[in-house]
């Protein structure tokens, strides 16, 4: 029973490249939420995704960031000319009735 | 919005006491408290969760009670055991069966042997 995958776990950019960050539900689940994580603090709500749709963005930065659900394969979240302020943890959660988090991806940007 | 507030940031315990960390929510309209505990590196955990049409569920030594007055909710940890230090936070989610999960800013809890 494979749990939420997310890939890369780690990832390093420079300033100003692009980031993305993959994220696989749980089987059976059709409903994806990115949160984020920065050092020391709780997670912040980004985006919740069904498939093909974005269903609530409303902790999504207004620039570089954004996210997709496509009909096959996984949800990405894209962070374009990345900066040192969103160096932090990205988790994916998927659900059913509860929402299980994935491992995370942690972001680096030098 | 939904605003959770949780407390204490940092729980120190002898192994075998019992750890409390408490919640309190704004959004009368939430109706379901999850709680997640995250170790160093991974990602957080569901340990145990209450829908507000309950008022306590227990799983082994981890109990949660909800006070739908009070608007507060709290987790508590019996028998403590040292691989229960980890970073534990609660959340909150509206009335709608789907959406996202309001955290709390999450409580260090260290258990000493």
């Known amino acids: 029973n494979a749990g939420v995958m997310q890939n890369p776990r780690h990832l390093v950019r420079r300033r100003g490249q692009e980031a993305r960050l993959r994220c696989s539900p749980m089987?059976?689940?059709?409903?994806v939420y990115w949160y984020r994580q920065l050092p020391e603090e709780g997670l912040k709500f980004m985006v919740y995704l069904q498939k093909e749709n974005i269903i609530d963005e409303s902790g999504m930065p207004k620039e570089r960031f954004s996210a997709e659900f496509p009909k096959e394969g996984p949800s990405i979240l894209r962070i374009q000319q990345v900066v040192r302020g969103d160096s932090a943890a990205y988790f994916c959660?998927?659900?059913?009735?509860?929402?299980?988090f994935g491992p995370g991806t942690r972001l680096t940007v030098t | 919005g939904e605003n959770v507030e949780q407390h204490p940031s940092t729980l120190s315990v002898q192994e075998g006491d019992s750890a409390v960390i408490k919640c309190t929510y704004s959004?009368?309209?939430?109706?379901?408290f999850p709680w997640y505990k995250q170790e160093l590196g991974k990602g957080p955990q569901l340990i145990i969760d209450?829908?507000?049409?309950?008022g306590e569920k227990k799983d082994q030594r981890i109990a949660v009670t909800l006070n739908k007055t009070a608007k507060h909710f709290s987790l508590h940890i019996t028998e403590t055991q040292p691989e229960d230090s980890a970073v534990y936070f609660c959340a909150a989610r509206p009335t709608d069966s789907w959406g996202k999960l309001q955290f709390g800013a999450g409580t260090q809890v260290v258990v000493t042997p």
């Open positions: 959660a998927s659900s059913g009735n509860e929402q299980y």
């Open positions: 209450i829908r507000s049409n309950v």
């Open positions: 089987k059976g689940h059709s409903h």
């Open positions: 959004d009368s309209a939430s109706n379901y």
